[in-house]
């Protein structure tokens, strides 16, 4: 048995780029921080403030409430699985990109009280 489970909460690093895409499926990338504070070990050795940038990417019934209701700053929480895809760029170098495939996004912001709690449902996510 394997197991592929994220648990995300951090701040949203600029506003979702939301496309549409055929029979008007809707898609969010945004990028998420996660921060670690700065802390001191016993021996007195200070561990600096750490953050993680995340890509998350959102399908269908989530990406729309992500164009609605999410915003550089706000904090939210994800819930999902972790994808890496391969390319080659222009220059014929393979590249990797590792994203947060969300199946549930909670709005933990004060401003977004509105804001629903969504889980993506089977149908609504293309995997």
């Not at 929480?77 to 391969?86: A, C, H, P, S, V």
Request: aromatic fraction near 6%; avoid cysteine.
């Amino acid at each position: 048995m394997s197991v592929n489970k994220v648990i995300l909460i951090g701040n949203v690093g600029k506003d979702p780029d939301v496309r549409h895409l055929d029979r008007n499926v809707a898609v969010a990338n945004l990028v998420l921080a996660t921060t670690e504070r700065a802390y001191t070990l016993q021996n007195g050795t200070q561990v600096p403030e750490r953050t993680e940038w995340h890509n998350v990417v959102l399908w269908g019934g989530l990406a729309e409430v992500a164009e609605k209701y999410v915003h550089k700053g706000d904090r939210i929480y994800i819930e999902g699985k972790i994808r890496t895809n391969t390319y080659e760029d222009q220059n014929g170098i393979r590249r990797y990109r590792t994203e947060i495939l969300a199946e549930s996004m909670e709005m933990l912001s004060s401003r977004a009280t509105g804001a629903p709690a969504v889980e993506n449902t089977p149908s609504g996510v293309p995997f």
